[in-house]
Every structure is written in structure tokens, then in C-alpha cells.
């Protein structure tokens, strides 16, 4: 009977340690993956801020390259818009077969700071813009090229302004604007979505379409080039508060979206799904394999 007895306990006992070992096995499995999948999110914001600096220099040997144009010079000092927009509108085709430069928007500025074309908007044009453009300003003041990401009337723009001058003579300014979608493109082929999210009380937007609607609080920029499908999710995440968030099998990557003058617009956010992984949506020899 005794011997029954410590055979039982030891039979609980070993029920017991079982539980805890994999209980303990899991929460370790747990951590570990979480762990790692912010180890690769990291590299990914780095990669991010890599791809945004690459595009800053992009458009500002751009933006230099067309200020020197002998067509958009002669245009400027004929004072000709018509000119001008035959010179911008060849310009913009020819860029757009370059990935990089396929949503590309030109705008050319008078000495005085005011709109003088936008490529893509023709009709608008002779507001001033003096009191809200920075880099429109320190090109000015500096007497060089300068790029950065700014917010304006069409929206946040990675943008480069260069002036354009004549034999020392200031003509006006030109000024080169980028949109987000190839950056989210080149996540995109690695199974990653971005999120360029501008904050709505913080942009001067003057348009409005259904996407605005996605999110309560911030305008996703690059709304016709990311995943959609986890605009549910990004709505339980407190950016201001989180620079990482799990929700199931989802992780998400916070960083803040700051322009020339570090004023916050908005953040960056990066997103894998855990379970691409299984449906091999995945490049079978990228980084992530490694960290699940």
C-alpha cells in the first residue's frame, strides 16, 4: 500500500515537473521569437532610414541637375509658363520609366517664394509660400542645394530645392518632391509592409479621399503601395507610446517621421506577419527565415 502510495506521488511529481519544463520551454520560445523578431525589425528601421537618405541625395542631384537645364533656365528668364511646362512635363515622362521616380512631382518657384508651376497641377499656382517651407527658405539663405522631408499643400514629400541661377543670377528655385512608394516597394519584395503614417492635425493636406478614413488620427501616405489588411491591427497601437508591438502573429516597428527642422510629423511603421512564413510568401533564403 505504502509502495502504491510513492508510486503515485512520484507519478504527480513527474506530472508536475513535466508541466513546469514546458511551460518554461514555451515562455522561453515565446521570448525568444519575440526577441528575435525585434532584433530583425531593428535592422529593418535601420535599412529604412538607409533607403530614405539614399533618395534624399537621389533628389538632390536631381533637383541641381535640372536647375542647370538651359531649357528650364530660358523659360525662367522669358518668364513663360507655357514654356515651362512643356520643359517639366518631358522632364517628369522621361523620369517616370525609373522606379524610383515613377509618382516623381516638380515644382518650380519664383524668386520671391511663390508656386510658379506645379508638374502636377498646372492651374494652381502664385500662392505664396514663404511662411510655412523651410527648405525652400535655407536653400535661399544658403546659397545651395538642400533636401529633407517636408510637409506642403500636396502632401509629406522626401523634397530637394536647388536654385536656379544665370551668370550669378538668381532665376527662381526648382524643386524636386518624392513620394514613399518605392521605398515601400522594396520592402514589400521582402515580405515586409511600411507604414508612412502623417499625423492630420500636422499637415496641410488640401484634398480629401476615402483613404483618409483609415485611421482616426494620421493619413496613411502611402496608402496605394502598402498592405491594407493590417490597418485593423495598426489601430490598437499607441505610436506616441511603443517603438515595438506583437498582436497574435503579427510585429509592428515604431519610429518617428521628423522633417528638416526634427518637428514630428508622423511615425514610419513596419510590419511582418509570423505566419508568411508557413504560407511561403517569403524569400526561402532571406534573414527572416533565420529568426522563426
Not at 515651362?84 to 525609373?98: F, H, R, T
Not at 508638374?119 to 538642400?146: C, H, M, Q, Y
Request: proline content about 1%; overall charge neutral.
Amino acid at each position: 500500500m505504502k509502495s502504491k502510495s510513492v508510486a503515485i506521488t512520484a507519478g504527480v511529481l513527474a506530472v508536475i515537473i513535466v508541466l513546469l519544463l514546458s511551460y518554461f520551454y514555451i515562455e522561453y520560445s515565446n521570448e525568444r521569437e519575440l526577441n528575435s523578431a525585434r532584433m530583425f525589425l531593428d535592422y529593418q528601421v535601420k535599412q529604412l532610414n538607409k533607403n530614405i537618405e539614399d533618395q534624399k541625395l537621389s533628389s538632390l542631384a536631381l533637383a541641381k541637375l535640372i536647375g542647370q537645364n538651359d531649357g528650364v533656365q530660358d523659360c525662367f528668364i522669358k518668364d513663360d509658363r507655357q514654356e515651362c511646362m512643356d520643359k517639366i512635363s518631358n522632364i517628369v515622362s522621361s523620369l517616370n520609366s525609373v522606379s524610383m521616380y515613377k509618382n516623381i512631382k516638380i515644382h518650380l518657384h519664383t524668386r520671391d517664394f511663390k508656386s510658379y508651376l506645379r508638374s502636377w497641377n498646372f492651374t494652381r499656382f502664385g500662392d505664396d509660400l514663404a511662411s510655412f517651407r523651410f527648405l525652400l527658405k535655407e536653400a535661399d539663405r544658403i546659397k545651395a542645394p538642400v533636401a529633407g522631408i517636408e510637409n506642403g499643400i500636396a502632401g509629406t514629400f522626401i523634397r530637394a530645392i536647388s536654385n536656379v541661377t544665370k551668370q550669378g543670377t538668381k532665376l527662381g528655385t526648382i524643386e524636386v518632391m518624392l513620394d514613399f512608394d518605392h521605398i515601400s516597394g522594396f520592402f514589400k519584395e521582402q515580405g515586409i509592409d511600411l507604414f508612412v503614417l502623417i499625423d492630420k492635425n500636422k499637415t496641410k493636406i488640401i484634398r480629401s479621399i476615402q483613404a483618409d478614413n483609415l485611421l482616426d488620427d494620421y493619413y496613411v501616405s502611402n496608402y496605394t503601395s502598402t498592405n491594407l489588411n493590417a490597418i485593423e491591427i495598426l489601430k490598437e497601437i499607441d505610436f506616441e507610446n511603443v517603438n515595438f508591438y506583437k498582436s497574435r502573429t503579427h510585429y509592428f516597428a515604431v519610429t518617428p517621421l521628423v522633417d528638416m527642422s526634427l518637428n514630428r510629423l508622423g511615425y514610419y511603421v513596419l510590419h511582418i506577419n509570423k505566419d508568411l512564413k508557413e504560407q511561403s510568401l517569403l524569400n526561402e533564403n532571406f534573414f527572416f527565415n533565420s529568426l522563426f
